[in-house]
């Protein structure tokens, strides 16, 4: 009896520390040593298999159309992203590229742009309010940074009735992106 006490207590002891290195409310890690980079998504996403495109995506099981993904694509080693100008220019030119392209029947608003430091990179954090042709409404918040030759583009879509509840989440899953 004594030893199933002192396993239960260690078990206990052990599931209660585990939580003291959680790395976020809801979150948890992605780690890319490879490519440089790491993020936190939100717990009870599953990685999506691509082929093309995105070198990952994460996807919310219950809700499919919700998901995280990182692109990259090269640039000169010696650029800055400041050198593709300032958060918004920057901010808009994504939203012309990437979020609401031509012909994608999507209208992309830059709600906010910033621009932030950490550990010497250079992010500049993107927020959009994205119309659909089909009359829906998503949110997306985007980190972009430079780091060894590559432009990488982190992005969180989730639709506006989501981007209400949860915000704070998705905020902290975008803001934790880092290169190295």
């Given at each position: 009896?004594?030893q199933?006490?002192?396993?239960?207590?260690?078990?206990?002891?052990?599931?209660?520390?585990?939580?003291?290195?959680?790395?976020?409310?809801?979150?948890?890690?992605?780690?890319?040593?490879?490519?440089?980079?790491?993020?936190?998504?939100?717990?009870?996403?599953?990685?999506?298999?691509?082929?093309?495109?995105?070198?990952?995506?994460?996807?919310?099981?219950?809700?499919r159309?919700?998901?995280?993904s990182?692109?990259?694509?090269?640039v000169?080693?010696?650029?800055?992203?400041?050198?593709?100008?300032?958060?918004?220019?920057?901010?808009?030119?994504?939203?012309?590229?990437?979020?609401?392209p031509?012909?994608?029947?999507?209208?992309?608003?830059?709600?906010?742009?910033?621009?932030?430091?950490?550990?010497?990179?250079?992010?500049?954090?993107?927020?959009?309010?994205?119309?659909?042709?089909?009359?829906?409404?998503?949110?997306?918040?985007?980190?972009?940074?430079?780091s060894?030759g590559?432009?990488?583009t982190?992005?969180?879509?989730?639709?506006?009735?989501?981007?209400?509840?949860?915000?704070?989440?998705?905020?902290?899953?975008?803001?934790?992106?880092?290169?190295?």
């Amino acid at each position: 009896m004594g030893q199933r006490l002192v396993l239960v207590l260690i078990m206990i002891l052990g599931l209660s520390l585990g939580g003291c290195v959680a790395t976020g409310v809801g979150l948890q890690s992605y780690v890319d040593a490879e490519d440089g980079y790491e993020f936190l998504y939100p717990n009870g996403w599953v990685p999506v298999e691509v082929r093309s495109g995105p070198d990952v995506v994460f996807r919310d099981l219950v809700e499919r159309s919700e998901n995280v993904s990182l692109m990259m694509s090269p640039v000169p080693k010696d650029r800055l992203l400041q050198d593709l100008g300032d958060a918004t220019e920057v901010g808009y030119r994504l939203s012309k590229s990437a979020i609401a392209p031509p012909d994608s029947g999507r209208v992309a608003e830059l709600v906010s742009a910033e621009s932030r430091q950490a550990k010497g990179k250079t992010y500049y954090l993107l927020e959009y309010a994205v119309k659909l042709k089909e009359g829906g409404e998503r949110h997306n918040f985007a980190s972009v940074a430079i780091s060894r030759g590559k432009l990488f583009t982190f992005n969180l879509s989730t639709t506006e009735r989501r981007w209400q509840k949860a915000q704070e989440t998705f905020r902290q899953a975008v803001e934790s992106f880092s290169v190295y």
